[in-house]
């Protein structure tokens, strides 16, 4: 369902005509080094916590860097990446988002080619949760305007009883800092 408006299986089949020889184990290498690195970045962004200019609080939740890659062209929807911590004893769940930027945003779990389209994403107490291709991530469909590196847009994140927690989302080629 909705394949017609997954410009990440487009970027993904682009990466792998690269490297399509051993594309398996390639993938299952690229996927590990890929999640080290990120769990690298996310740890070291939400332990900086206020050193970093471009991360957002609410309450016990913490947010770090929260980006999307670039539409490629006339493509108008676009996933969201970033790091949630829930430092708080209790589950918090991220119930919704908004944005000025595109008609719905949704989340979304590609489930080995399988798109699905969880109604909340669920935080336990002291893991940090990556927003990431593999895993859950925010989806933005109906964008109204072009993208392009660099440009940024407002994302707010509706964590329920915890509240809402406006952010800026980056539109960068890889997660910058
Ligand atoms: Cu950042």
Redesign the pocket.
């Known amino acids: 369902m909705h394949r017609e408006d997954s410009p990440m299986s487009i970027r993904q089949s682009q990466y792998w005509n690269g490297v399509r020889s051993d594309a398996t184990s390639a993938f299952k290498t690229w996927s590990w080094f890929s999640r080290s690195l990120f769990l690298g970045i996310l740890l070291a962004?939400l332990v900086a916590g206020g050193a970093?200019?471009?991360?957002y609080k609410l309450g016990q939740i913490s947010i770090?860097?929260?980006?999307s890659p670039p539409p490629l062209g006339g493509v108008v929807s676009i996933p969201v990446y970033g790091a949630i911590l829930n430092q708080g004893t209790e589950k918090a769940h991220l119930i919704g988002a908004e944005t000025s930027v595109a008609e719905t945003v949704r989340f979304r779990v590609d489930a080995g080619g399988t798109e699905l389209w969880p109604t909340r994403i669920t935080l336990s107490p002291g893991k940090p949760l990556g927003l990431a291709a593999w895993r859950e991530h925010i989806w933005i469909s109906g964008l109204r305007k072009p993208l392009k590196p660099g440009d940024t847009f407002d994302l707010t994140l509706d964590f329920g009883e915890n509240g809402k927690v406006n952010t800026m989302v980056?539109v960068e080629e890889e997660a910058?800092?």
């Open positions: 962004v970093s200019a471009h991360s770090g860097h929260v980006w980056i910058g800092h």
